[in-house]
């Protein structure tokens, strides 16, 4: 036996031990290299196959691809093995356990007061309105000036509110948004703002001093109150069905004229928002030409429509965070 013989003999075999002893695929690699690259231990002892007899250089070159073939084999075979010992640790890591007791999670369910907002919200929305919010904290010029009720008007006891130690107030309303959004945009417009709102007010079981509004606000060239009528009657028919509707004369500083919605529900009219023409003062405040811009607004109390839909006999539930309340509305 030539030295290249023994050399790929001895090769061989410490290429099967090292394969069979390998314990990762990143170490199999390495040993592939070693043995089979470009530079590797084969390639180095048939680098000295032209010191060889010409005669001898078939037998030995069959030898060399014989050893070639058998550590690629032993390679594969190993790297297939250590490949499924891998997704079999993975799957044991991974496996859960079916027959253990599941731990219980109790779906929650959506607050009265959100609920109603989503169902409110979502009847404006098709009537082609886009939603606007704005700040809770104001200042006196938005929730008030801005709004056509200067310091001195009477309306302003209707809404004494939490003033802070800068001057800045909780918003009693939210018509305040309607001002922010005018200031910022151009007719036409028609936004619906819902948000917290807040008022010094005496808690009961049909007042809170924080409460939840939402006000609706159209604007362009040509609006009468016929267009308001209009919507406030389909508002009113997807929200309670073909019931009886009243528009009753009243008064807000912000709208001329100005009317209370009531509706018959269970036998009685049930007042549910008030409404009216935007002011001139109001279009004058945000830069409007109130000679070619009209519009219409109105504004209901969210609390109001939400005790009615589910019954509800004391404001003060909502508030609660009384579990055995809330679950009714799973």
């Known amino acids: 036996m030539s030295d290249l013989e023994t050399q790929l003999a001895t090769l061989k075999a410490e290429a099967t ?5 390998s314990d990762t695929l990143e170490r199999l690699e390495e040993l592939r290299v070693s043995y089979l690259g470009k530079k590797g231990q084969l390639s180095q002892i048939l680098g000295g196959m032209g010191k060889l007899d010409p005669a001898e250089r078939p037998r030995i070159g069959a030898v060399a691809n014989e050893v070639k073939t058998t550590i690629e084999t032993e ?23 079916v027959t253990m007791p599941g731990v219980y999670r109790p ?34 010029y938005y929730n008030f000036e801005a709004l056509n009720t200067p310091a001195d008007h009477p309306a302003r006891d209707m809404q004494d509110t939490f003033y802070l130690p800068d001057g800045n107030l909780l918003r009693t309303q939210t018509s305040s948004v309607q001002i922010h959004y005018m200031e910022e945009n151009d007719p036409p417009i028609r936004i619906v703002a819902p948000g917290r709102c807040y008022r010094r007010d005496t808690v009961d079981a049909t007042h809170s001093a924080v409460f939840h509004q939402i006000e609706l606000l159209a604007v362009d060239e040509g609006l009468t109150f016929t267009d308001l009528k209009g919507t406030v009657k389909e ?28 509706v018959m529900w269970k036998g009685r009219w049930l007042e549910i928002m008030g409404c009216g023409m935007v002011d001139p003062n109001v279009f004058k405040a945000v830069g409007y030409d109130p000679e070619v811009y009209t519009g219409f607004a109105l504004g209901l109390g969210v609390e109001r429509f939400a005790m009615v839909l589910h019954q509800i006999d004391d404001i003060r539930r909502c508030y609660s965070s009384d579990l055995r309340f809330l679950k009714q509305f799973a």
């Open 17 to 21: 031990k090292a394969i069979a002893t």
């Open 75 to 97: 390679l594969a075979q190993k790297r297939q093995a250590l490949q499924q010992a891998q997704i079999q640790a993975q799957l044991e890591a991974e496996t859960l356990d």
């Open 235 to 262: 508002f009113v028919r997807q929200m309670f069905g073909d019931v009886p509707i009243r528009f009753r004369a009243s008064y807000f500083p912000f709208t001329e004229p100005s009317a209370e919605v009531d």
């Open 107 to 140: 779906q929650g369910v959506m607050h009265p007061l959100n609920s109603t907002i989503d169902r409110l919200i979502d009847i404006f929305v098709g009537l082609g309105y886009t939603v606007a919010d704005g700040p809770e904290i104001e200042t006196d």
